[in-house]
């Protein structure tokens, strides 16, 4: 049976509430890129970025299985 992947925040893998780790994670990529590509789309969108990871955190459940 084939596992279903799903969109959690990481609880190994955080700085601030495990939403760039878990959008890693997600997409098995380098969590440094996308912190990176976070912060770059924070700037250039007059920190809207940040707006949209608080929503996320309190959004995306925790993960169990780390």
Same mark, same amino acid.
């Given at each position: @049976?084939?596992?279903? /992947?799903?969109? !959690?925040? =990481?609880? /190994?893998?955080? @700085?601030?509430? &495990?939403?760039?780790?878990?959008?890693?994670?997600?997409?098995?990529?380098?969590?440094?890129?996308?912190?990176?590509?976070?912060?770059?789309?924070?700037?250039?969108?007059?920190? =809207? &970025?940040?707006?949209?990871?608080?929503?996320?955190?309190?959004? @995306?459940?925790?993960? !169990?299985?780390?």
């Amino acid at each position: @049976m084939e596992e279903h /992947k799903r969109l !959690t925040r =990481s609880i /190994k893998d955080k @700085m601030i509430g &495990g939403v760039c780790g878990g959008i890693a994670r997600y997409f098995d990529i380098d969590p440094t890129l996308v912190r990176v590509g976070y912060i770059l789309l924070s700037i250039f969108t007059i920190f =809207s &970025g940040v707006i949209a990871y608080f929503i996320l955190w309190l959004v @995306m459940p925790v993960a !169990t299985d780390e």
